[in-house]
């Protein structure tokens, strides 16, 4: 038999996806739940009660193991597997040893830049506002976007299962996205993507026994921010979205949103946006009086609700586009002022 034709369709490897995750999960909290983790200092937590923050690497392992099981991969998938690797082990060193952020700031710019550089893949930026500066904008622009990304994944972790939601539901979004333009190879890799986390799901459902931790919400964060990137947008029709603008890039209003409040406010009350803290969007609706479960259920229709417009904007016509358009960017904006203005869970 020879193993490097081996392939299986892509049911069978999300069925193996959901099981390899559940697998690794439930070792890694047998593995991980008596382990005593260091304090971090002026640190804030939803709740005083410990769950080890390591389901992350369970999560990863089962992905990489899977998408092997679609067939061999193209060079450059497997490249940005191995750095996703990487960033994935800095983030698990970041759990065990609480790095300084400009420690993890550092490794994050290079372990990106590295793989948009040498693949020369990137958000086409420049030819957006009209400027040649060689690529040298746009590496700069895709760096910062990816690793925003993967920052606003690791601040969504914040609550029991919602990490899961909110990931789930880009990877739902980026699924039926690629499909629709016949990129199917990354349709493919958004459903393993979404089945790996659906595994840990069973162990992030509150109450929580896993958090992803920064292996996972970096993991996470990196694969996503790439598949958007790697996303060939070459719209047939006239549409608001030009070629070098992407419908996938709004996709990820959920967590950039939360990033956004959480670290404009923490600057307005002088508290570093670095140190963990209970102003998330989810802990200000906790402060409502809303049950975790109706938490997560208002993420979740928000992040599906705020897609079909977006989706909707691709097939209407360019005056219609720019109206639904106008419409989600309004709904984002009040959905940050209102956050925004409620109270801080204390």
Not at 167 to 175: T, V
């Amino acid at each position: 038999m020879n193993l490097s034709n081996f392939q299986v369709s892509i049911t069978s490897a999300a069925i193996a996806t959901i099981l390899l995750s559940i697998f690794f999960n439930w070792i890694t909290l047998q593995r991980t739940k008596n382990f005593v983790p260091s304090i971090r200092k002026n640190e804030e937590r939803l709740s005083s009660i410990y769950v080890p923050p390591f389901g992350g690497i369970a999560c990863s392992i089962a992905f990489l193991i899977s998408t092997r099981l679609l067939g061999q991969a193209e060079s450059n998938f497997l490249y940005i597997g191995f750095f996703a690797v990487i960033i994935s082990i800095i983030g698990l060193l970041d759990d065990l040893y609480n790095f300084k952020w400009y420690i993890k700031l550092f490794f994050q710019i290079i372990i990106v830049y590295i793989p948009l550089y040498n693949l020369n893949i990137f958000i086409n930026f420049e030819s957006l506002i009209g400027v040649e500066f060689n690529n040298s904008l746009n590496y700069i622009v895709s760096t910062i976007w990816i690793m925003l990304i993967m920052n606003a994944i690791n601040f969504i972790d914040n609550m029991d299962g919602l990490a899961v939601v909110v990931s789930s539901a880009i990877c739902i979004q980026i699924a039926v996205l690629t499909n629709y333009l016949n990129q199917y190879k990354l349709t493919d890799i958004s459903i393993l993507l979404l089945c790996a986390i659906g595994g840990f799901l069973f162990f992030n459902f509150p109450p929580a026994k896993l958090y992803f931790g920064d292996s996972g919400s970096l993991f996470i964060g990196f694969c996503l921010g790439f598949m958007s990137i790697i996303y060939n947008w070459v719209p047939e029709d006239v549409t608001v979205y030009s070629t070098t603008l992407s419908p996938i890039l709004l996709v990820f209003s959920v967590p950039l949103i939360d990033f956004l409040v959480v670290v404009t406010y923490r600057i307005s009350i002088g508290k570093s946006p670095t140190i963990g803290g209970t102003d998330h969007i989810s802990h200000r609706l906790l402060a409502k009086g809303f049950s975790v479960k109706t938490v997560l259920s208002i993420f979740l229709i928000y992040s599906l609700g705020t897609f079909l417009l977006i989706y909707l904007s691709i097939f209407t016509s360019t005056q219609l586009s720019l109206l639904i358009i106008g419409v989600l960017f309004t709904v984002y904006f009040l959905t940050y002022l209102i956050s925004i203005r409620l109270k801080v869970l204390t």
